[in-house]
């Protein structure tokens, strides 16, 4: 299986901050990624697929990037509505394995 | 509108088993692959299994801590996928989601529960 290591497992922001997120993968993936948010009690909803597009309707302070084994999500300017937990996802192959999420957190 | 809707919400007793349902609207189902995926209490997600179209030859595939106890299936006709869960271990206790093809929408999920 395809490990997605996931970092930082958590992190303090500010509103109006810049902050990356990190996700290796075990082994190159191309760009079979996606990114989920996911707020308490709620589904995830995809922010990002094949590694860097944006699905629509989300805000454009989000982004991704990043192709084989690093990828990153980055959202420009954080906003209330931004402090949740974050999934990468790979689905190059079989089983599809999630990172083990970043819980962003206001400062 | 991509709507999902599972349920079968339940407490079960470890041993027991355990029905899960999806109904689906605003898609093709019979055209669509289609996932469940699970989330212990305060964990992580966890990818469960696949099911493929018939166009797409129907193959089903499963995590490995699942297979041999867990079936999944569908039903064309009723726009609904399925989720048998037999032999329920403690660590199966989770809330289910099931999603469409490439995990791009999600139902709200269904809580499962298994203890003594």
Known sequence: DIQMTQSPSSLSASVGDRVTITCRASQGIRNDLGWYQQKPGRAPKRLISAASSLERGVPSRFSGSGSGTEFTLTISSLQPEDFVTYYCLQHNSYPPTFGGGTKVEIK | ?116
């Open chain 2, 1 to 116: 509108e991509v709507q999902l809707v599972e349920s079968g919400a339940d407490l079960v007793k470890p041993g027991g088993s355990l029905r899960l349902s999806c109904a689906a609207s605003g898609i093709t189902f019979s055209d669509a692959s289609m996932s469940w995926v699970r989330q212990a209490p305060g964990k992580g997600l966890e990818w469960v299994g696949h099911i493929n179209s018939k166009t797409d030859g129907g193959t089903i595939d499963y995590a490995a801590p699942v297979k041999g106890r867990f079936t999944i299936s569908r039903d064309d006709s009723k726009n609904t996928l399925y989720l048998h869960m037999n032999s329920l271990e403690i660590d199966d206790t989770a809330v289910y989601f099931c999603a469409t093809s490439g995990l791009s929408h999600w139902g709200q999920g269904t809580l499962v529960t298994v203890s003594p």
